[in-house]
């Protein structure tokens, strides 16, 4: 009689245990949104609140995005690519390293420009306001943003004036990096891996094309240009360079990328003058005045030096590299 | 008003009785991470799947490393005595927490447009070097589900860089999207671990005298675990059979 009473106490002792973490873990997600519906985005002297924008969202955003953020918004099927899953925190355009949260800004600037070649459109009709709200609200559906902060943004120094030299010494730079192994020879997004590439949802993906792009999913201007290929769009396969491109090269790469395009440019205007012709992977490139860029992988012998991490410390990333181990330590 | 009271009574003391069965179970480790380790085999039962071989004609100078041996997937790595390599052996169940990493960094080369090694284990915050000792671009892309994805290119001649995990994952497929065969895998564990070789055979050192759940992953059939009791002073054996399909 004793232990079956005892056994009984217990039993309704954990069963008691149980409906209660569940209900207070039920309590605590309630609570957490209703925590997050509190995230704010700051730009300039304006402060977005997310619960304010939960109307505009609801009216303008979840057809594409989801009620959930999620990515899976009742047209999302007919749409390539898809729309951003908000929940994974993970962004294309961003000023701060890859595997970094973007700041408010590069959120709030990607409202107003919209994403060329894709179906999500500028929302500058909308007030500031409303856009540095819908920012917020964005925010709160990744807990991402609650616990970590944006990376260090891409420090971009003054841009220097466009030369025949600069823009020379940027083709070497486009070779050396291989940027044409994806977007080809001539930039016209047809690289030799371009027909294998897919995002991280398995889908494939094209590398851009120079020729008839005037802009780009991330801006228009130079500065977001050296932006794109410093932090690269997270989520596809364009990669961050970061580490190995120094503040000048990055400018050569700049002047010698708008020559690629289709729009009238000073650089356009050089690269004619010098009667420039697409790189020749298979040579050398044209030695750049920079000493980094004389390394050239073409001329490199085939065999691969041993290289073994006692044999070689990991030396130091150039100065200006938005930070050696960025992505997991935050 | 009242029946609250009554829950939050059952709350508190079935919170004393967990706190309790927590202590006990702690109690059980021994903390100091001291010398006891677990050795073993991972045997694979039947024929290994036929591994697709790996055209890298599309990248010459890897194609040249490759010449006198084809290269193929490496999705079943068995060795000639059955011995199955590239599986992870970790502790799942029975860690203290106080298990430092390793200060020691691990390395992942590419070579031979190839992860070497295949598959990476490390603890949580412990260092990876990734280093290119090609003459050729890579880019590394994790595509993680617990940590933060990024994308970083190696162009040849770059120095090695450096990365941490925050988080325990296992495991984390690494991809080149200039190099679509390129496929490895970091396994991000927390506490002592083992990778096995090509015989099979694994060693998990720094395991203090315990009870545990120890788990073997495999990244084509997945994983497998086993109670292991770790005596003061002896090495304890776990072997672990994985059946081809």
Request: proline share 9%; with cysteine; net charge neutral.
């Amino acid at each position: 009689m004793r232990t079956f009473m005892i056994r009984w106490a217990l039993l309704v002792t954990v069963t008691a245990f149980l409906g209660f973490s569940a209900l207070s873990s039920a309590q605590m997600t309630r609570y957490e949104q209703d925590q997050r519906l509190g995230t704010e985005a700051h730009v300039g002297n304006l402060t977005g609140h997310a619960h304010a924008a939960k109307e505009n969202y609801r009216r303008y955003c979840v057809g594409c995005h989801g009620e959930e953020g999620d990515g899976e918004g009742e047209n999302a099927v007919w749409l390539d690519p898809k729309p951003r899953n908000f929940t994974l925190g993970q962004f294309k355009c961003r000023s701060t390293p890859t595997g970094t949260l973007p700041t408010d800004e590069d959120l709030y600037n990607t409202l107003g420009r919209g994403l060329v070649n894709s179906n999500m459109p500028s929302w500058n009709p909308l007030s500031n306001q409303a856009r540095i709200d819908l920012v917020a609200y964005v925010k709160h559906f990744s807990p991402k943003f609650q616990g970590d902060k944006p990376g260090p943004p891409v420090q971009i120094p003054p841009e220097p004036e466009v030369t025949a030299e600069r823009i020379k010494a940027g083709q070497a730079v486009f070779q050396k990096l291989e940027c044409w192994k994806c977007h080809g020879v001539e930039g016209r997004g047809n690289g030799p891996s371009a027909d294998t590439l897919t995002d991280d949802q398995n889908r494939p993906i094209k590398p851009f094309n120079f020729h008839d792009g005037t802009r780009f999913k991330c801006g228009t201007s130079d500065q977001d240009l050296y932006k794109i290929f410093m932090t690269g769009l997270d989520g596809t396969p364009m990669p961050s360079f970061a580490d190995n491109v120094k503040p000048d090269e990055a400018w050569q790469l700049v002047f010698y990328l708008r020559t690629l395009q289709p729009m009238q440019s000073k650089e356009k205007q050089i690269a004619r003058q010098l009667g420039l012709k697409p790189i020749n992977p298979n040579s050398t490139p044209t030695p750049s005045p920079q000493p980094a860029a004389s390394d050239t992988p073409a001329t490199a012998p085939a065999t691969a030096p041993e290289t073994s991490p006692a044999a070689s410390p990991a030396s130091p990333p150039p100065a200006d590299s938005a930070s050696p181990n960025p992505p997991q330590r935050k | 008003m009242k029946t609250e009271y009554k829950y939050r009574v059952l709350a508190l003391f079935s919170a004393l009785v967990l706190f309790s069965i927590a202590i006990l179970i702690s109690g059980r480790t021994v903390d100091a991470a001291s010398g006891g380790s677990i050795t073993g085999k991972v045997k694979l039962n039947g024929t290994a799947p036929h591994q697709r071989g790996i055209d890298m004609s599309k990248e010459p100078t890897c194609a040249a490393i490759h010449k006198d041996k084809p290269v193929t997937m490496e999705n079943v790595v068995a060795g000639a005595d059955g011995g199955l390599a590239d599986v992870v052996v970790y502790i799942s169940q029975g860690l203290s927490g106080n298990e430092g990493a390793s200060s020691e960094p691990v390395s992942i080369t590419q070579k031979g447009c190839q992860y070497i090694p295949h598959v990476v284990a490390l603890d949580v915050g412990q260092h990876m070097k990734v280093i290119n000792a090609d003459q050729t671009s890579h880019n590394i892309h994790p595509q993680p589900k617990n940590n933060p994805e990024w994308n970083k290119s190696q162009p040849p001649g770059a120095p090695p860089f450096d990365v941490t995990w925050a988080n325990e994952e296992i495991a984390v497929p690494v991809k080149c999207n200039i190099h679509p065969w390129m496929h490895g895998y970091v396994a991000v564990v927390k506490g002592p671990f083992g990778v096995s070789d090509e015989s099979g055979s694994f060693k998990l050192q720094g395991v203090a005298p315990g009870s545990y759940t120890l788990t073997a992953w495999q990244e084509t059939y997945g994983t497998q675990t086993q109670k292991v009791t770790v005596a003061a002073g002896k090495p304890a054996t776990a072997d672990f059979t994985f059946t081809a399909k």
